[in-house]
Structure formats: C-alpha cells, structure tokens
C-alpha cells in the first residue's frame, strides 16, 4: 500500500529516511554537492513516499520570496516511471494550492516533460544550478492567473 508521510526536519527519523533517498539520488547519482543538497531543510515541509514501511521517494516545498518553490523531488533508482513520482507531486500540491501562493520549480532538464503533464508551465531560459541545467515552471494556475513574471527566477539564490 502506497502512503504519504508528512513531516518537518525536527522528526528524525523520517528526516533521516528522505535524506537517504536524496544522498542516493542527488549526491550519488547527480553528483550534486551535499551542501547544496541539504541547504533550507530546517524551513521547509518535507515528504515520503512509502510502499509499506519502505520509504521510495520524498520530496519538499518551501516559502520563498517569490512563492511556493516545490524542491527535491527524488524517487529511487528501479521504482522510477511507475506513476510514483506523480502520486508524490499531487499529494504536494494538495498541500500548496490552498494557500493561495504563487508555485513554482526548478525542474532539471529531463524532467520538464513530468512536470508539463502535470500542470506546470515553462518560463524562462535555461539555467544551471549545482552543475544541472534547470528551467524554471510554474503551476499553471498561477499562470492563467498572469501571476507567472513573478516566479520566473533564473538564478541559483532560490
């Protein structure tokens, strides 16, 4: 059975779990610095994504000046393309959508398709952070809503 956790950094434990997903996922497999990785962890509202009692992905959204930003979105290696990246990214944006903020991501290169068909709109140009090439989406309501300018951030300080 699939189920969602919801929790925030002070629960070790589950922080714990995440952290090991992102470490396989961003560090390993990405080479993102961990100092990049873990950055915002105390302020943010973090996810698993469990099968069970085995945690298989997580995720996190923060509030920044410019909105929402849904971040570290990472589910592991074997159990990708099998619609758990999705069922991560509704549970997210059940949470988000009514507070009424603008939302927005920085989605990594191969994932903007993902993200497209899920309702996110691409803004901007390319940009690189922690050594990946990123574009910047937003949730389309927010761009039906002409609120899209101001989520478009192309730099690496949100």
């Known amino acids: ?3 969602t956790l919801r929790f925030r950094f002070r629960d070790s434990n589950s922080f714990s779990q995440a952290r090991a997903i992102r470490h396989r996922v961003f560090v390993e497999e990405q080479g993102v610095s961990p100092e990049l990785e873990y950055e915002h962890d105390e302020e ?3 996810y698993l994504l469990m ?3 085995k945690a298989i992905g997580t995720a996190r959204w923060r509030e920044t000046a410019k909105g929402l930003k ?3 979105f990472a589910i592991l290696p074997g159990l990708r393309n099998r619609g758990f990246g999705e069922i991560l990214l509704n549970e997210v944006l059940d949470d988000v959508i009514p507070l009424k903020k603008p939302v927005y991501l920085h989605s990594q290169a191969r994932a903007v398709p993902f993200y497209a068909r899920n309702g996110f709109v691409q803004v901007g140009e390319m940009f690189v952070e922690a ?3 990123h574009y910047c989406m937003v949730f ?3 761009w039906e809503t002409g ?3 101001d989520t478009g951030n192309t730099e690496n300080t949100e």
């Open 70 to 72: 849904l971040e570290r």
């Open 147 to 149: 609120s899209a300018e």
């Open 51 to 53: 099968i069970g009692e």
């Open 140 to 142: 389309r309501k927010n």
């Open 131 to 133: 050594g990946i090439e």
């Open 1 to 3: 059975m699939v189920q």
């Open 44 to 46: 943010a509202h973090h």
